[in-house]
């Protein structure tokens, strides 16, 4: 069994539908006005984002993409702030790894 479906409710469906389009290689699939997506990968993860009022995730939630290797994770830093995106360097920690705001108010992990 694997987990194939997860739910977030964000502040901006648009922007953080287009956030993980943008560097997470996720795909549209369906909407629903401003206020509900669905995005696919290409193993079949299912994520739905739904608009809330109020957006409160605890400081050390995070959802994560893992990549095929550091230069993947250093070419996803870089832009990210070339598109000016307040992100740390990666570093090393538990894996080669950095965090970054995603715009619908939750954390989102890059590592390797």
Known sequence: MRLNHLNLTVSDVKATAEFLV?????QIGTTRGSGFAVLFDDSGFVLTLMKGKQVA??????????QASEERVNEINQRLREDGFDVNPPERS???TFYVKAPGGFLVEVLH
């Open 94 to 96: 538990h894996a080669w």
């Open 22 to 26: 943008r560097y997470f290689d996720l």
């Open 57 to 66: 995730y605890p400081e050390t939630f995070h959802i994560g993409f893992i």
